[in-house]
C-alpha cells in the first residue's frame, strides 16, 4: 500500500497547489486492492478528493490493461488530453493510451470518395475538388464548400474525429461523411478499410495499456457480446451514478421515422427504384402517424395503427433488402454501398421484429419532440446484461454521488464487492450553509411560484448576483426568469440564451451575473470562486410518475417503489445539484433549497445526509447575512 501512497504523492507534487488528500490516498490504496483481489469497488468520492489521480495511478501501475469509461465525450476528451498526459511525464512507469469512440465520430473516408468520385486528394485541373451530384441525397443537401472543407481536413488530420475540428459542421455534411455502427460493413468489407480513421482508432486502442470510452460505448460492447473493445482487465466507470440509465439505452433499441428515410439514402445510391425509395422515405411519416398518439406515453401492447405501421414497414425494409441483395457489382464503390445498406437494412428489420414482440422484462415508450417522435425499448432491470462483465472483469464504480442502492440496481454481487465513501477536502462545515426555506408553501401549493420568486429576489439581493438557479422544469424556469429579469439589478441568463460552453462562459466572466437553468446544469458545470456564491434549487427533483422505465421498476418494486426506485434518484440529484457550489477549498457560499419537505418529510435525513456536510439553517436572515460577508469581502 505504502507504494502507491508515494507515487500519488510523487504525482501530485508536480500539481499546482500541491497537497496530502486522505480521501485520495484512501481510494488508491482501495483500487488498488480491488485490482489485487479481483473484488470489485464502488466508491463515493467527494468534490475535491482528485478521483481520477486516485484510480488512473493504481490501474496504471499494476500493468493490467484497463478501460476508462466516463459519462461524457467532454470528460474524456479532459482524460486524454490533460490527465494521462499528465501523467506519462510524472508518474515513474511508461505506459500508453488511446481514446475511442463510437464509429459515426469519425469521418469515413471511403463516404468522401464516393462524393468525390474519386480520391480525397484528387483535384481538377483547376486545383479543386470536385462534388458528385446525385451521389448521396443527404451531400446534396449539404453546402458544397463545407463537405470540400471537411475533406480537406481529412487530408490532413491524423485522427479524422470530428471533437478536432475548428469548426462545427452542419448535421447535414457531416452525417453524409460518416457511417454509424449499424451502417459500416466493416474494415474487411471495405475497399479502403486500411486507411479508415476509426478503424485506425480501434488499433491503437488494442495496442493501448489505458483505453478511454464513452460509457454508451462500452454499454455497446456489452450488448454485442464484447465485439467492441479490446480484452481487458479492469474497468473504471466514472460517474457511475449515471451507468445503469446508459445501460438501459444501449441495452434497447431506439426506433424512428429517420430509420427509413436514412435506409431510403442508402439505397438510393444503388438503384433507381424510384417507387422503392419513396416507399421508405413515406414510411416516416407512417411511422410518426401511428407514434403520435402515444407520445410521452408508455405503450402496453400495439394498437392496430402502430401494429399496421410496423407490418407495412416490415415489408418494405424486405424489398429493399431482396432489391439491394439483387444488385450485381461488386466493384469499387458500389460493393460498399451495397455492404453498408444490406447492414442498415438487416439492422432496422431486426428492431422491427423486437417491435412486433416486446420482451416482458422490457418496456416501450415514445419520447423525443412532437414533429419526430421516437419509440424506445429498454430493459426494466438492467442486472441481466451486467451479469457478463462482473464475471468477467473487475470493476470501480466512482462518483462524486453513488446511490446507496446502487449495487443492488446494477446487479452487483453481494459477495464480491465492497463500497466504501472516502469523503471530501473540503471544509464545508465553515464555508457552507444549506439552507431549506420551511416557510415556503408546499410545491403543489397555490401562490408556490410567487412565494419562490420573492424568496429568490432577497437572496439574489444578499449575494449581489453570483447565483445559479436550478429548476426541475422548464416551466419553472421561464416562471422565474419572467418574474425576476425586471426586478432585480442583475443580469439574468436563462438557459436559452446560449449554448452551454458559452453560457457558462458568460456566467463566469461577469462576478454580478445569474443564470437560471434545468436539469442540464445539475451536473458537469464547474464555476470556481466567488461568481458562484449561491446555489438555489426550486423543489426536490423526484422523477416524474408517469416516466415509463421508472414507472415499470415501480410495478416491479411494488410497496417498495418509493424507497428504492424515487428517493434515490431524487437525492442523487439533488446532491450533484448541490455540488455545484464548493469546486475549490476557498470557495464559500450557500445551497438554497425552496421545498419545506426537506425539514417535514419522514425521509428527510435520508435526504440531508446524502448532501455534504453543510451547516443547516432555517432563517433566511442568517443566510442573507452570510451572502452578505461572502459578497463585501
Given at each position: 500500500m505504502g507504494d502507491i501512497a508515494a507515487a500519488l504523492a510523487e504525482v501530485t507534487r508536480a500539481l499546482p497547489g500541491a497537497e496530502v488528500r486522505p480521501g485520495q490516498i484512501k481510494m488508491a490504496e482501495a483500487v488498488e486492492h480491488a485490482i489485487t483481489t479481483g473484488r470489485h469497488l464502488v466508491v463515493q468520492a467527494g468534490t475535491g478528493t482528485g478521483k481520477t489521480l486516485a484510480y488512473l495511478v493504481p490501474a496504471i501501475l499494476s500493468g493490467q490493461r484497463v478501460v476508462v469509461a466516463t459519462a461524457t465525450k467532454a470528460l474524456q476528451d479532459q482524460l486524454v488530453g490533460k490527465d494521462l498526459p499528465f501523467l506519462?511525464?510524472?508518474?515513474?512507469?511508461?505506459?500508453s493510451y488511446a481514446s475511442l469512440k463510437g464509429r459515426s465520430n469519425y469521418l469515413c473516408l471511403q463516404r468522401a470518395k464516393e462524393i468525390l468520385g474519386g480520391d480525397p486528394n484528387d483535384q481538377n485541373d483547376k486545383g479543386e475538388q470536385q462534388i458528385m451530384v446525385g451521389v448521396d441525397p443527404l451531400a446534396d443537401r449539404a453546402p458544397r464548400s463545407e463537405l470540400l472543407r471537411l475533406i480537406?481536413?481529412?487530408?490532413?488530420?491524423?485522427?479524422?474525429?470530428?471533437?478536432?475540428?475548428?469548426?462545427?459542421?452542419?448535421?447535414?455534411?457531416?452525417?453524409?461523411?460518416?457511417?454509424?455502427?449499424?451502417?459500416?460493413?466493416?474494415?474487411?468489407?471495405c475497399a479502403i478499410g486500411e486507411a479508415c480513421f476509426a478503424e485506425r482508432a480501434r488499433a491503437q486502442a488494442a495496442d493501448a495499456d489505458v483505453i478511454v470510452v464513452n460509457t454508451h460505448l462500452y454499454g455497446m460492447h456489452l450488448a454485442t457480446g464484447g465485439a467492441v473493445l479490446p480484452e481487458h482487465d479492469l474497468v473504471v466507470f466514472d460517474e457511475a451514478h449515471q451507468l445503469e440509465e446508459v445501460i438501459s439505452a444501449t441495452a434497447g433499441i431506439e426506433l424512428t421515422g429517420g430509420s427509413f428515410v436514412a435506409l431510403a439514402r442508402a439505397v438510393k445510391a444503388l438503384i433507381a427504384d424510384e417507387r422503392l425509395i419513396a416507399d421508405l422515405e413515406a414510411m416516416s411519416g407512417q411511422l410518426n402517424d401511428a407514434l403520435m398518439p402515444h407520445h410521452g406515453r408508455r405503450i402496453r401492447g400495439l394498437d392496430d395503427v402502430l401494429a399496421a405501421a410496423v407490418e407495412v414497414g416490415q415489408g418494405r425494409v424486405d424489398r429493399a433488402l431482396a432489391a439491394v441483395r439483387a444488385v450485381n457489382s461488386d466493384a469499387g464503390d458500389t460493393a460498399n454501398r451495397k455492404q453498408r445498406a444490406i447492414k442498415a437494412a438487416t439492422a432496422l428489420s431486426a428492431e422491427l421484429a423486437t417491435v412486433r414482440a416486446v420482451p416482458e422484462t422490457d418496456v416501450s415508450w415514445v419520447e423525443g419532440p412532437r414533429h419526430a417522435p421516437r419509440l424506445r425499448i429498454a430493459p426494466i432491470d438492467v442486472a441481466p446484461t451486467l451479469e457478463v462483465l462482473w464475471g468477467g472483469v473487475t470493476a470501480v464504480l466512482t462518483s462524486a454521488t453513488i446511490p446507496s442502492n446502487l449495487p443492488i440496481r446494477l446487479g452487483l454481487p453481494a459477495g464480491e464487492h465492497d463500497q466504501i465513501d472516502v469523503g471530501s477536502p473540503f471544509d464545508y462545515g465553515a464555508n457552507a450553509l444549506l439552507y431549506c426555506a420551511a416557510?415556503?408553501?408546499?410545491?403543489?401549493?397555490?401562490?408556490?411560484?410567487?412565494?419562490?420568486?420573492?424568496?429568490?429576489?432577497?437572496?439574489?439581493?444578499?449575494?449581489?448576483?453570483?447565483?445559479?438557479?436550478?429548476?426541475?422544469?422548464?416551466r419553472a424556469m421561464q416562471s422565474a426568469v419572467d418574474a425576476l429579469r425586471e426586478r432585480l439589478p442583475f443580469p439574468v441568463l436563462d438557459q436559452q440564451s446560449l449554448p452551454k460552453?458559452?453560457?457558462?462562459?458568460?456566467?463566469?466572466?461577469?462576478?454580478?451575473?445569474?443564470?437560471?437553468?434545468?436539469?442540464?446544469?445539475w451536473q458537469g458545470v464547474d464555476v470556481v470562486g466567488s461568481t458562484l456564491s449561491l446555489v438555489t434549487i426550486d423543489k426536490l427533483p423526484f422523477p416524474r410518475p408517469d416516466e415509463p422505465l421508472l414507472q415499470a421498476r415501480r410495478e416491479r418494486a411494488r410497496q417498495g417503489a418509493f424507497a428504492l426506485v424515487d428517493l434515490p434518484r431524487a437525492t442523487t440529484l439533488l446532491a450533484q445539484g448541490a455540488g455545484r457550489l464548493i469546486r475549490s477549498a476557498t470557495d464559500r457560499g450557500v445551497v438554497a433549497v425552496f421545498d419545506p419537505r426537506l425539514a417535514t418529510a419522514r425521509y428527510r435525513w435520508e435526504v440531508v445526509n446524502a448532501?455534504?456536510?453543510?451547516?443547516?439553517?432555517?432563517?433566511?436572515?442568517?443566510?442573507?447575512?452570510?451572502?452578505?460577508?461572502?459578497?463585501d469581502q
Open positions: 506519462a511525464t510524472h508518474l515513474d512507469r511508461p505506459f480537406e481536413w481529412a487530408t490532413e488530420s491524423p485522427t479524422g474525429e470530428r471533437a478536432e475540428l475548428t469548426f462545427e459542421p452542419s448535421t447535414n455534411a457531416w452525417t453524409a461523411l460518416s457511417v454509424s455502427a449499424r451502417e459500416c460493413p466493416g474494415v474487411t468489407r416557510h415556503l408553501p408546499d410545491p403543489r401549493a397555490e401562490g408556490y411560484d410567487a412565494a419562490i420568486h420573492d424568496e429568490l429576489e432577497a437572496l439574489i439581493t444578499a449575494a449581489g448576483g453570483r447565483t445559479l438557479a436550478l429548476f426541475t422544469s422548464w460552453p458559452a453560457l457558462v462562459k458568460a456566467f463566469t466572466d461577469d462576478p454580478s451575473a445569474c443564470l437560471f437553468a434545468t436539469m442540464g446544469f448532501l455534504p456536510p453543510m451547516r443547516r439553517t432555517r432563517e433566511r436572515s442568517e443566510v442573507e447575512a452570510f451572502l452578505r460577508d461572502i459578497r
